[in-house]
Structure formats: C-alpha cells, structure tokens
C-alpha cells in the first residue's frame, strides 16, 4: 500500500474514535445565533464589560485553585471548631477487599503518597479516618486499633467490650469514637485523647445503627438506625433521654453510614448545630432531621436510575450536598440551607457510542455500599467526578458555582474512583483494573501505582 | 464547485436571515467538527469550538464574497478557534511521557494509536493543522492552503515538516506529498 495511505489509515484509525459520530450541533448554534443577530451597540458594549468581568473573576479563581497555596479544609461542620489538616492528610489510603471462600475477611489498605510512594499498608477492616487526615482507626476483636496516616504504623491498640457488628463513628472534631454492636446492644463510648473507654450502656433495641456524637464534650449521643434514640453524656456516663417513635430516618432497613459507606458519609450535622442531614442510598431520599425537636422538618427525593448508583459528598462548609450517578453523569446540589435543588448533567466522555445502554444493563452497581466517584476540592470551587460502569470517560473537572463541566482528563480511561488531599493539591484515581493514578491540579500525571487485587475505595476523613 | 458558497443564501444570510445562514453553515458541520476533534483530541472541546466558530462565522459573514468558497472560509474560523481553545485549555494538558512511560505493551495496537494521538500533539498547531486536513479531511493542499492563510508552497513546507517530526516518535515510511 501507498505509504500516504498506510499514515492516511492509522490517522483515522488515532482519531476516529475521538471524533466518533458528528453531533447533532446545529440547533445549539441557531440559538446562540439569536442574541447575536438582535444585539444593539449597547448591549454588546455590556456585554464586553461583562466579558472583562467574568475574566476578571476567571483569573482570580484560576489563581486561587493553580497558585495559591490551598490550605487545610475549612470544615465548619457544627458544633466543633474548624479542622486542620493533621499530618498525612495528604495521604491517599486505599482498601483492596480480602476474601476466603468467597466471603470478605477484611482489607489490605495501602497508603500511596502524592510523589507516588507507598508509604505504608495495613491489614483491618470496619476502617475510619480522622476528620483531620492524620490517623486511621480499625475495629478489631475486642478493641480499636489506632494507625498513623503519615506510614501505616500502628500507635495503640484501644480496649473495648466485644460487639458484633460494630457501627463506629468519630466526632466531628475527632475526639472522640463510639461504636454500637447489636449483640449484645450496647453504645460504647471512647476519648480518644486518652485511649480509654469512657462509658458504655445498654442501647435497649435491636441495635443496628450509627452512633452520631453531638457537642464538643459529646454531650449528646443519638443512635440513628430505624428509630433514633438519643444519650446524654455527663462526663462519666450515658443515660437514655429520648427515642422516635414516628417518621425517622430509616433507609429500608439500612443505617445510614456505617462501614459499607467507605468513609463518605451520607449525613451531616449542619452548621446551625442542630439539624441532621442525611441522604438514603437506596431511596434517593434527602431528609432534614432536628435533633431537638426529634423530628422529620423536611425531605426531598432526588432521582436515581438505581439504587446505590449514587455518592454523595458534602461541600467544605457543609451547606451543599452533592449529589453524584457515576453512570449517568447527573448531578444534584443540595442547598441545605435554603432546601433547594440545582441539577446538571457531568456525563464522563465516553467514547464507545453504545455506552448510553449501559445504563439499562448494568443494575448492581456497589449493591449495599456507597460508590465514591466524586470529591471536592478543599477550597469548595471545583467537583471531581468519575464512573462511567467500568468503561472509558475518565476525571470530569465541574466548576461548582455554576456546576459547569471545565475539562475532562484522561479520558480513555476506565475510572471509579476519586480522592482529594487536604491541601487540594493532588488528585488521586483508581482505575477498575487495580491502578492508582497520582495527578496534580493541572490533570497531569505525578505516577501510577499497581495496588493490590480487588480495590475498592479511599477512607475519606470522617466528618459528621 | 460542490462548496462554492450560493450568492443568493450569501446574500440573504448578509441581510440577518438566520434560515439562509444555516443553510449554508449545515454541510460543513461535518468537516469542521472532524477538524476541530482532529486538532484538540476531545470530543466536548471540539463541538464547543464548532459552536463558537459559527456564531463568530454569523457575526463575520459580511467578511464573505460572494462566489467565495464556504468550506474553506469556515474551516479557518474553525481552526483559529481551535487554536484559541488549547491556549486556554490549561486543565486538559496531558503529560505525553508519562501516559507513554505508563503503557505496558509498546507494541500493542492500542499503544500504537496511542503514540500517534502523541505524536500530533507534539506538533506545532500550523503543522498540525495541515496534517489533520490533508490525512484525516482529506482536503488537497490548494484548499488547505485557503483555510490556513498560507501559500501553497509554504502548506507543503509544513506537511513534509509535519510527517518529519511524526517520524521522529512514530515509525511510518517516509512519505511523497
């Protein structure tokens, strides 16, 4: 064959798949067209003034999210003081699933730093982070194990009283842990400054649910599962005060959170110190829930194509709530203050044209858990998202003011997973083929690293 | 000739006739699309940069003479806002080497395709231009020399440089333009 042929193919054969399909452009130009051909001598002299605004405030925000030093998360998150970053909290952690005869045995966590390094691994399971980054939390056998995220060294080991299937949580400003097991149904409560068990009581249920420690001496404990009770803390023990009896937050028989979650906790308290917001993986569900009053005040439902398709995340200070289906693209910001909805589509560029009846086949996707296929920068201005059912679509980089797609990286990839550090400096993805790949803000490349068999997602600090 | 512009819809679209306009802008989506997925490798880029060069292509179209071929008039719109587009596109800079040093089988198909996408990055924008006309649009060099506001002999200049430097990274056979 002609030499200039043999180029010939093999430039379509590069850029075919890029192009794919000519789309449908020309009704999205006839109304862009419109304005243009109406436009009087003023308006476009406002419009150049807005251009030069929008510019203005362009070159601010590029140089806040590329040069500026972006400094630990701002987390506000009631009723604790703002979090800094401790140290690892740079620090990516990853789980790879163990099995023995088909049933799960725990975790290898691998902790990948943003040069690339592996600076530790760690065999655990029921695993949290700190809501500053720099330690990770295991149960075990009648304790808690406590590891450094700076290398996966193991600090102490915290003693507990047995439980089986142990719901544990943090306190917002970490101080603090509890754990509820169902057999035998007790809430045990730990200070983590001093590494000892500070009470413990008989939750009085068939317990199956997530400890939620309110207050900056966890003065108030609530068991949220399908009823929720609620504990004061003196100091020196824990005694009943209230439990629902109507309208709760039940998940059809899932607590909200729990250890399936991988750390991305679907609930938050909001800054107002008082109102819980969670979000129900099976149902779609958006509840706003006083704990006070110990009420249901309201509840929106967002729509999903499937149940657990979607990860939610919150934003920095805690009023958004984002809303993310990796396989659909759709995304949902929750304005928790003002109870409202913003919706957009950040479908992933997915390059095989029959990707859209993905969405009709796949039906299991993270069945009982909780995909993390979105994360925010620490500065609250861009969304991260990924997930696309195992196929190519790689990292879509949204705008969060406006919810604007602004880029999208390494798009032939298969990705389903995302994570941020602390200082917002390093992205870090999984790809469905056990790779992690370490990048910078700019969406170019630091490493990739090979992590052990069966990945399943980072351990986000814990914030309540 | 098959894009030679109609006077009559010139004309009209001169006069604000937005139907007359699309008219004569539906036939070169195509290309122009190709083009802009050719030179920017992204496929949401590329229909942006389409959008944008029609609606300047709206506002210039009195820039056009009547008789005046359409195709290559537009694609040189089309190409300059490709160009506009990678300056500005600071978040979707892949770095080259490491997508390369992270390939495992150099000599799979994939990664040969993969080196190529490369090697056409690697070209400067005006080499690249002209090589994704003459290759992937096939378009002869007179009129690609229209769109890219060249001569024809500096056109030729830049494809033998352009198929040169592709050589350097990916091995073709030298070729006759």
């Not at chain 2, 699309?33 to 920017?40: E, K, N, T, V």
């Not at chain 2, 195709?71 to 490491?98: H, M, Q, S, Y």
Request: glycine content about 10%.
């Amino acid at each position: 064959m002609n030499p200039e042929d043999v180029l010939r193919g093999e430039i379509h054969q590069a850029l075919d798949p890029i192009s794919g399909a000519t789309p449908e452009l020309l009704p999205g130009i006839v109304q862009r067209l419109r304005p243009v051909s109406r436009r009087r001598p003023l308006v476009a002299i406002g419009q150049v003034a807005a251009v030069l605004g929008i510019l203005t405030v362009g070159v601010v925000v590029l140089s806040m999210h590329r040069a500026r030093p972006i400094g630990p998360a701002p987390v506000t998150t009631s009723p604790t003081t703002p979090i800094v970053a401790g140290p690892g909290a740079d620090i990516a952690w990853i789980t790879s699933q163990q099995s023995s005869g088909g049933a799960y045995t725990g975790d290898i966590v691998t902790g990948v730093d943003p040069t690339g390094h592996v600076v530790g691994r760690i065999n655990a399971r029921d695993e949290l982070r700190s809501p500053d980054g720099s330690h990770l939390y295991a149960l075990v056998d009648g304790g808690l194990e406590v590891y450094s995220a700076v290398d996966g060294h193991k600090e102490q080991t915290i003693h507990l009283q047995p439980v089986t299937f142990g719901q544990p949580m943090l306190s917002a400003d970490g101080h603090y842990f509890a754990v509820v097991g169902n057999s035998p149904s007790t809430l045990q409560l730990v200070d983590l400054a001093t590494g000892g068990s500070v009470a413990s009581t008989n939750v009085g249920l068939p317990a199956y649910g997530v400890p939620l420690i309110v207050g900056s001496h966890a003065e108030h404990i609530y068991v949220v599962g399908t009823t929720i009770a609620k504990f004061a803390f003196d100091g020196a023990t824990l005694r009943a005060q209230q439990r629902t009896t109507g309208h709760t937050l039940a998940c059809d028989g899932l607590v909200v959170g729990g250890a399936n979650s991988a750390g991305g906790l679907p609930f938050r308290v909001l800054a107002d110190g008082h109102t819980l917001v969670a979000f129900c993986p099976s149902d779609g569900r958006v509840t706003w829930f006083d704990l006070d009053t110990m009420t249901v005040t309201h509840e929106v439902v967002v729509g999903q194509n499937n149940p657990f398709w979607v990860s939610p995340v919150f934003s920095p200070d805690g009023n958004t709530l984002y809303l993310h289906e990796g396989g659909t693209g759709a995304l949902h910001a929750v304005d928790l203050v003002h109870q409202t909805i913003k919706s957009s589509k950040v479908a992933t560029a997915d390059t095989n044209p029959l990707a859209w009846l993905r969405s009709l086949l796949v039906t299991d996707a993270y069945a009982g858990g909780i995909p993390r296929t979105v994360a925010v920068s620490p500065d609250g201005m861009w969304l991260y998202t990924v997930g696309a059912f195992q196929a190519p679509g790689g990292l879509t980089l949204v705008h969060l003011p406006d919810l604007a797609v602004k880029g999208r990286w390494l798009p032939d990839l298969s990705l389903k997973s995302v994570w941020v550090s602390a200082d917002g400096r390093t992205i870090y993805v999984l790809e469905n083929a056990d790779q992690l790949r370490v990048l910078r803000t700019d969406g170019s490349q630091i490493a990739k690293v090979a992590l052990p068999a069966n990945t399943d997602s980072f351990i986000v600090a814990t914030v309540p | 000739m098959e894009h030679a512009a109609d006077p009559d819809k010139v004309r009209d679209a001169k006069r604000g006739d937005e139907a007359a306009f699309t008219t004569l802008l539906r036939p070169l989506l195509e290309p122009a699309y190709r083009l802009a997925a050719g030179m920017l490798q992204d496929r949401q880029l590329a229909e942006d940069a389409v959008q944008e060069a029609a609606v300047k292509a709206w506002r210039k179209i009195h820039q056009l003479r009547e008789g005046t071929e359409m195709r290559p008039w537009f694609l040189g719109i089309v190409a300059n806002e490709c160009r506009t587009t990678r300056r500005g596109r600071w978040w979707g800079v892949l770095k080259i080497d490491a997508e390369r040093r992270s390939t495992e089988a150099p000599e799979d198909a994939a990664v040969r395709v993969i080196d190529l996408r490369n090697a056409l990055k690697r070209l400067r924008p005006e080499q690249r231009l002209v090589v994704v006309l003459y290759f992937y649009l096939d378009l002869p060099l007179q009129e690609i020399a229209t769109i890219a506001g060249a001569s024809f002999a500096a056109v030729r200049g830049r494809l033998y440089r352009g198929i040169r430097e592709l050589k350097a990274d990916f091995p073709i056979t030298e070729v006759q333009a």
